[in-house]
């Protein structure tokens, strides 16, 4: 019986996670379950999968959770805060933590996973993006065990040899090729996407997801952060790593080899294909997704991104090549940038503003300790939040 911690188990990836986990109680056992602010749902999960602990953000979601609890007569232990969060992911008492909290509030959860020997299912890319040597070492010093969860890499993962240790010239790799299906403005025309609304923003042509990440493929960001996370979790520079537009999203990414051949993963796209590959490696489980059914999927169509629409991209290849705390500048300012604009307080085309602004105007340093990417973190967030307000509509 594997015994699992779900970070962020309201979210779309939370959900999804236990959907799979409810198809096979056999296998899987939840430990513990964590959300932000959304205590109902989280109540509700709480009586289907029965958990010894719950942790929300703040000590008066807490008191609402533990009164939902009790009407239900539920006997979970209710906490709050993050270092409740670090408490569930490195327990004794757990095996596999699934890291599914959105942006840089994951980093400490999945860093007291990695330090904890767990095995960790990464979803939450931000945490890689922002301190990716730091991560990947504590997760070998403390032989930690890592698989992805973005559809991207699980299909990078499952097309490497098993035995791949980070080196792409060991493995005969020449190139790594991230789809994207280029959001929902790949084809409106530029000058419009001034003046795009967060919903049709989030209104993604494939998948489901939360607010932020829809946001981050609008505009490509996303893509960037993919980048970054492919580049620490296989080892390759970026030159090795290309992005090619796919908008069917069928093929999930792919490896190409120096003998020419191109291994692929292929597949609906729904995040339960990953889950269930992470869960279960090396084994195979059902997931509830459909079959892929390529003759009704007929055509499958590739071009390449375009760097003038999608300037996030190209800011998140910059931030990889200056390395240190670069990427770390970049998530932050994308963070308040995209928080901004659901609020409606700057436009869409405004995020890659705040964002280029922040990364040329402020200095970056050495990713020596998590110390300073956490500080960098907090200078980035103060220096976006200035510029947005001067931009504020
Ligand atoms: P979501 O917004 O649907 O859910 C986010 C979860 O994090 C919620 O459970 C929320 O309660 C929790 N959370 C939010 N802010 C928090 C905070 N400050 N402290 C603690 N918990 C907090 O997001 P999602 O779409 O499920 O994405 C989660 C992560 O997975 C992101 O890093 C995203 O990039 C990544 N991811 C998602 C998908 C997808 O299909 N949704 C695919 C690939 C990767
Ligand atoms: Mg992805």
């Known amino acids: 019986m594997q015994r699992i911690t779900i970070l962020g188990a309201t979210g779309s990836i939370g959900v999804s996670t ?8 056999d296998k899987y056992q939840v430990y513990a379950l964590s959300a932000h602010s959304r205590v109902e749902q989280l109540a509700a999960q709480c009586a289907q999968f029965q958990p010894q602990r719950a942790v929300v953000g703040t000590a008066d979601a807490a008191a609402r959770l533990a009164a939902l609890l009790r009407e239900r007569g539920l006997r979970t232990e209710v906490e709050y805060g993050e270092a409740a969060l670090c408490a569930i992911a490195s327990s004794e008492q ?23 020997g767990k095995k960790i299912l990464l979803a939450n890319k931000e945490a890689l993006v922002m301190s990716g040597q730091l991560f990947m070492d504590a997760v070998h010093e403390h032989g930690a065990t890592l698989l992805p969860i973005d559809s991207e890499h699980n299909a990078i993962f499952q097309s490497l040899p098993q035995s791949y240790a980070r080196s792409p010239a060991a493995a005969g790799v020449a190139k790594i090729v991230l789809t994207a299906s280029g959001g929902p403005f790949l084809k409106r025309a530029v ?3 001034e003046a795009v609304t967060p919903d049709e923003a989030c209104k993604h042509p494939n998948w489901e997801m939360g607010r932020k990440i829809s946001v981050d493929s609008a505009t490509m960001m996303n893509k960037g952060l993919e980048v970054i996370e492919a580049h620490w979790l296989f080892g390759a520079p970026a030159a090795l790593i290309e992005v090619v537009i796919h908008p069917q999203s069928v093929i999930h990414s792919m490896v190409s080899y120096v003998d020419g051949s191109v291994i692929a993963e292929l597949g609906n796209p729904d995040m339960r294909t990953p889950i269930a590959n992470a869960l279960a490696f090396p084994e195979r489980i059902a997931s509830g997704v459909a079959q892929l059914d390529l003759t009704a999927v007929g055509t499958l169509q590739f071009e390449k991104p375009d760097f003038a629409r999608f300037p996030c991209l190209a800011l998140a290849f910059e931030a990889l090549e200056a390395g ?14 995209v928080q901004a604009f659901l609020e409606q307080r700057i436009g869409f085309r405004d995020i890659d503003r705040v964002i280029a602004r922040v990364m040329h105007e402020n200095e970056h340093g050495a990713a020596s300790s998590i110390e300073a990417v956490m500080a960098q973190d907090a200078r980035a967030r103060v220096a976006a939040q200035a510029i947005v307000a001067g931009l504020a509509r």
């Open 191 to 193: 000058e419009t996407l």
């Open 94 to 116: 757990t095996d596999t933590v699934m890291a599914a909290i959105v942006g840089a509030a994951g980093l400490a959860p999945a860093l007291a996973a990695a330090r904890a």
């Open 324 to 337: 240190g705390t670069a990427p770390a500048l970049l998530n932050a300012a994308n963070e308040v940038a």
């Open 18 to 25: 236990l959907d799979v986990l409810a198809r096979h109680p």
